[in-house]
């Protein structure tokens, strides 16, 4: 199959491109670039394929929870190009996205659970935990949150790998939380398109794309900036 998948969640801008068994990727660290760089990235990866945009089966983009701006500019774009070359999209958590780029030997044989968390400002994390099945995909531990790093109740599991940008603000937090289960800590790791079109080729497999009004952002809070009362609150 031919799949785009987008991730403009966080920082971190990347493009990667499905094209039957090869897996094409642009990624860059670049914060409040995104709208200037996924198309050309897109553009860039269907050219080293030798692929039309015609020639696309379906559209993945990375749905958040993450950057309020990141969040709508993926889901816009994926909307975008979908209708315009009349296709499915396949929206996947962001979260779920930056859990598979926790580093293990072997994901089938792994047996920490992992606590994807992203830097959500305003005191608060994105948070999802997830442990690798045997196919290799991921089974959701506890539902995706956005809560002060205090605040969060972790699910059972004898080992955990950390990663996200949640943690490189939040270790003093997070660290005790674990104790000596944690078994890794990644902070300098955002969601990317690869992983992505990973999770997304397994949705369209098994007939979970959707229409292109119906790929929906998932934002897990209404706001973006506290009022002053809360900032002195806190």
């Not at 996947?92 to 996205?97: I, N, R």
């Not at 995909?137 to 059972?156: A, D, F, S």
Request: glycine share 8%; charged share 20%; net charge negative.
């Amino acid at each position: 199959m031919n799949l785009l998948a987008l991730e403009t969640t966080t920082e971190a801008c990347s493009v990667a491109l499905v094209h039957g068994d090869e897996l094409l990727v642009r990624s860059e660290l670049a914060p409040r670039r995104h709208t200037e760089l996924a198309l050309p990235m897109a553009d860039a990866l269907l050219a080293e394929a030798g692929l039309a945009r015609t020639a696309l089966d379906a559209i993945a983009v990375g749905r958040g929870p993450g950057a309020f701006t990141g969040v709508r500019i993926g889901v816009a774009l994926a909307q975008g190009m979908a209708l315009a070359l009349d296709l499915p999209v396949v929206a996947v958590s962001s979260l779920a996205a930056l859990a598979l780029e926790a580093e293990v030997d072997d994901a089938a044989l792994d047996d920490a659970a992992i606590l994807a968390v992203i830097d959500a400002r305003m005191g608060e994390i994105y948070a999802g935990a997830y442990r690798h099945d045997a196919r290799g995909g991921l089974v959701e531990l506890m539902p995706e949150c956005v809560l002060e790093p205090g605040r969060l109740q972790l699910p059972e599991a004898l080992a955990w790998r950390v990663v996200g940008s949640g943690w490189a603000t939040y270790a003093d937090v997070l660290a005790p939380m674990l104790g000596d289960r944690l078994r890794s800590a990644e902070g300098a790791r955002y969601p990317q398109a690869a992983r992505v079109a990973e999770l997304a080729v397994r949705e369209y497999q098994a007939g979970r794309a959707v229409a292109p009004e119906l790929a929906l952002p998932v934002y897990l809070r209404d706001k973006v900036a506290l009022t002053l009362a809360e900032q002195h609150a806190r």
